[in-house]
Nanobody, 124 residues
Framework: QVQLVESGGGLVQAGGSLRLSCAAS????????MGWFRQAPGKEREFVAG????????VYADSVKGRFTVSRDNAKNTVYLQMNSLKPEDTAVYYC?????????????????WGQGTQVTVSS
């Protein structure tokens, strides 16, 4: 079992920044590929970014490339999502998830463990 707890969400104006954190516990964090997803009201859950267990593979959705940065600190069992130049369309509940994969899957069905989510709201 893996427990994932997100934090760092909130309300920010367009153009602002937020840093999300996801703390993992329960099993060996370093074996998991970690992903960030988001879900806006009335929309499907979509892949945002992911990072392999050693950080050697990083994938971003086209919509966030150049604005978001995913990283991880295996010593702290934590993965981060730095979000810059936020836009109103980034408004969603953001989830972190863990997958048993060497590379970074972009399909949410590949991820086994999920956090409860943190709300990010970007005002125009």
């Amino acid at each position: 079992q893996v427990q994932l707890v997100e934090s760092g969400g909130g309300l920010v104006q367009a153009g602002g920044s937020l840093r999300l954190s996801c703390a993992a516990s329960g099993r060996t964090f370093t074996t998991d590929t970690m992903g960030w997803f988001r879900q806006a009201p009335g929309k499907e859950r979509e892949f945002v970014a992911g990072i392999s267990r050693n950080g050697g593979s990083i994938v971003y959705a086209d919509s966030v490339k150049g604005r978001f940065t995913v990283s991880r600190d295996n010593a702290k069992n934590t993965v981060y999502l730095q979000m810059n130049s936020l836009k109103p369309e980034d408004t969603a509940v953001y989830y972190c998830a863990a997958a048993w994969a060497r590379m970074v899957p972009t399909q949410h069905t590949a991820y086994i463990y999920w956090g409860q989510g943190t709300q990010v709201t970007v005002s125009s």
